[in-house]
């Protein structure tokens, strides 16, 4: 690209950031102002007083000029006047083959102590599913090792599987025998 075409771009663009502000603040929900958002948009927290508070959260609400959050971590040290961007990107995760066999928060930040994640490329969380037609064919027996479930409800590698029952019926014991 030339400069002058860089330029013209340049020219054209609005370079301020776009924010809002806290106007109420309470232990599960967030009031602000001054964004215009929809519902289910991510929004980051910015504290004023230090750049490296900051939280995500998600719009749940809008009521004329407010918007109501629901932040996906804790929110101690935001006053209200702190700051709130839209995210353009949405909710994405960072993923690659490094995530494989890691244990991760729901950020897919590490939580094994075995360094950071190289993150190969970003997937929304929302997305549509696989058609399923066209999906691959279900072809490989998957033994789980509980004779019950292998004689009469037999499973293949690829398949998803619902468990539903009641509490304290053993959902859990079958997943570890599984």
């Known amino acids: 690209m030339n400069l002058e075409k860089l330029r013209s771009k340049l020219g054209?663009?609005?370079?301020?950031?776009?924010?809002?502000?806290i106007t109420k603040i309470s232990a599960t929900s967030i009031e602000i102002r001054g964004l215009k958002t929809g519902v289910g948009d991510i929004v980051k927290l910015v504290s004023n007083e230090n750049?490296?508070?900051?939280?995500?959260?998600?719009?749940?609400?809008?009521?004329?000029?407010?918007?109501?959050?629901?932040?996906f971590s804790f929110i101690e040290g935001f006053k209200i006047g702190d700051r709130a961007f839209i995210s353009d990107a949405g909710m994405q995760i960072g993923v690659s083959d490094e995530l494989?066999?890691?244990?991760?928060?729901?950020?897919?930040?590490?939580?094994?102590?075995?360094?950071?994640?190289?993150?190969?490329?970003?997937?929304p969380i929302m997305r549509a599913p696989i058609d399923a037609m066209k999906r691959g064919?279900?072809?490989?027996?998957f033994p789980?090792?509980?004779?019950?479930?292998?004689?009469?409800?037999?499973?293949?590698?690829?398949?998803?599987?619902?468990?539903?029952?009641?509490?304290?019926?053993?959902?859990?014991?079958?997943?570890?025998?599984?």
Do not use: H, W
């Open 144 to 178: 789980v090792g509980v004779k019950t479930i292998d004689a009469l409800l037999t499973c293949g590698v690829g398949q998803k599987l619902g468990i539903f029952a009641g509490s304290g019926v053993g959902k859990s014991t079958l997943m570890g025998m599984i």
């Open 100 to 123: 494989l066999g890691r244990v991760v928060d729901p950020f897919m930040r590490p939580k094994d102590g075995k360094g950071a994640i190289e993150v190969s490329k970003y997937m």
């Open 137 to 141: 064919l279900i072809e490989e027996v």
């Open 12 to 21: 054209k663009e609005n370079l301020s950031a776009i924010f809002g502000e």
């Open 51 to 71: 750049e490296n508070l900051n939280t995500l959260a998600m719009v749940v609400e809008i009521k004329e000029q407010f918007s109501y959050l629901s932040p």
